[in-house]
């Protein structure tokens, strides 16, 4: 990363990348600060979720926090078991370690456009309710299905002399 001072970018000049999984998942995304090299602390995007899809699966972070701000249209928030609006000019932030997931869905005729501001934290753990699935980014993003937990002395040779 070079310490030189960069001035404003347009952003509309940022390459926007679509995505999907299957029917349910997709959105476009122009990703706002730089990720070459993990060089930034917070991760900044707008993405746009077209009607008929949902953001992302439904999760929350354990270290991470995350904030959104709606920018044109509107959207389903999905928080914890509760469902609410979220239209442009609408904000909402998920703070690290609060136990309620959330994810958009999109059920309108016209695209929900929003700002997505979060930390990229390197020891992030992320938590599925839906799916029982926990990600660990640290240990290259391993997911693990919840519930499958070990003792904490299984494997450890506590029977067996040094």
Same mark, same amino acid.
């Given at each position: 990363m070079s310490d030189k001072p960069r001035g404003p970018?347009?952003?509309?000049?940022l390459p926007a990348e679509e995505w999907s999984q299957g029917v349910r998942y997709g959105g476009r995304v122009t990703v706002l600060s730089d990720t070459n090299a993990g060089n930034r602390k917070i991760g900044i995007a707008i993405e746009v979720l077209q009607p008929g899809k949902q953001s992302c699966p439904h999760h929350y972070h354990m270290v991470e926090e995350e904030h959104i701000? !709606?920018?044109? !249209?509107q959207?389903?928030?999905?928080?914890g078991d509760e469902r609410y609006p979220i239209k442009a000019g609408d904000y909402i932030a998920? #703070?690290?370690?609060?136990?309620? !997931?959330?994810?958009?869905?999109?059920? %309108?005729?016209?695209p929900f456009k929003f700002m997505i501001i979060g930390d990229r934290a390197p020891n992030e753990v992320c938590v599925y309710p839906d799916s029982g699935k926990i990600k660990v980014s640290n240990l290259d993003r391993l997911v693990l299905r919840h519930g499958e937990s070990l003792d904490y002395?299984? %494997?450890?040779?506590?029977?067996? #002399?040094?």
């Amino acid at each position: 990363m070079s310490d030189k001072p960069r001035g404003p970018v347009s952003i509309e000049s940022l390459p926007a990348e679509e995505w999907s999984q299957g029917v349910r998942y997709g959105g476009r995304v122009t990703v706002l600060s730089d990720t070459n090299a993990g060089n930034r602390k917070i991760g900044i995007a707008i993405e746009v979720l077209q009607p008929g899809k949902q953001s992302c699966p439904h999760h929350y972070h354990m270290v991470e926090e995350e904030h959104i701000v !709606g920018l044109e !249209g509107q959207a389903t928030l999905r928080l914890g078991d509760e469902r609410y609006p979220i239209k442009a000019g609408d904000y909402i932030a998920f #703070p690290a370690g609060q136990r309620a !997931g959330h994810c958009l869905v999109n059920e %309108g005729d016209t695209p929900f456009k929003f700002m997505i501001i979060g930390d990229r934290a390197p020891n992030e753990v992320c938590v599925y309710p839906d799916s029982g699935k926990i990600k660990v980014s640290n240990l290259d993003r391993l997911v693990l299905r919840h519930g499958e937990s070990l003792d904490y002395w299984d %494997g450890e040779k506590a029977n067996e #002399p040094l």
